[in-house]
């Protein structure tokens, strides 16, 4: 069974830019969670989506969205980059719409901006 | 506000040299406490979920267990293959906020 996937691995922007990341579930799985991790805070929860629906939201600027496809696949954007977003940013999927399901977390997209 | 407190930050263990991690958590309404392991450039990898106070579950080397107010991950007899950082997370009664997660413990098995 294929494991999350996302797409690109790694991205180098600029301050101002913005950039889109992707995310594809496991086979079946129809929850899709973003979280950032950085050196100094850890891992940080961006949002949830179920059924293309945004369910939760973290603490995170309007900057940071995201949306998901009727295939449960999963993008997210965040525009006017500033250098602080620099992370590696994490996307799990999970069987159902409930934070207590398990999590599988795909490789991330490490993103750096100059 | 959940918050998960994970001690110590970081461990360096002889090979064969049992050992646990603990993870302190507040929470209101535990809905599932879960392990992961994350090895460097890569995603944190599932090991565990725990639902409620005096479950215990077992994986090759690794037990974690739980209580009201912590969780304990148990390495026994570790090898170097078990080096890599050790995840505590939480999911909370309001279900608002995702998975909070601990910084982790960095665990180092030398040969």
């Known amino acids: 069974k294929a494991g999350v996937t996302q797409t690109p691995r790694y991205l180098i922007k600029t301050r101002g830019q913005q950039v889109t990341l992707s995310c594809s579930p496991i086979s079946g799985h129809r929850s899709v969670s973003w979280y950032q991790q950085t050196p100094g805070q850890g891992l940080q929860f961006l949002f949830e989506?179920?059924?293309?629906?945004?369910?939760n939201k973290g603490n995170f600027p309007g900057r940071f969205s995201g949306r998901q496809f009727s295939n449960s696949r999963s993008e997210m954007n965040v525009s006017t980059l500033e250098l602080g977003d620099s992370a590696l940013y994490l996307c799990a999927s999970s069987v159902g719409g409930r934070t207590y399901n398990e999590q599988f977390f795909g490789p991330g997209t490490r993103l750096t901006v100059l | 506000e959940d918050q998960v407190t994970q001690s110590p930050e970081a461990l360096r263990l002889q090979e064969g040299e049992s050992s646990s991690l603990n993870c302190s958590y507040t929470?209101?309404?535990?809905?599932?406490l879960f392990w992961y392991r994350q090895d460097p450039g890569k995603g944190p990898e599932f090991l565990f979920t725990?639902?409620?106070a005096g479950e215990e579950k077992e994986k090759e080397r690794l037990k974690a267990t739980l209580t009201k107010k912590e969780s304990f991950l148990h390495i026994t007899a570790p090898k170097p293959e078990d080096s890599a950082t050790y995840l505590c997370?939480?999911?909370?009664?309001?279900?608002?906020?995702?998975?909070?997660f601990g910084k982790g413990t960095h665990l180092i098995i030398q040969p």
């Open positions: 725990l639902y409620s």
């Open positions: 929470v209101s309404g535990l809905r599932g």
């Open positions: 997370a939480v999911a909370g009664g309001g279900g608002a906020d995702g998975l909070t």
């Open positions: 989506y179920f059924s293309e629906t945004q369910r």
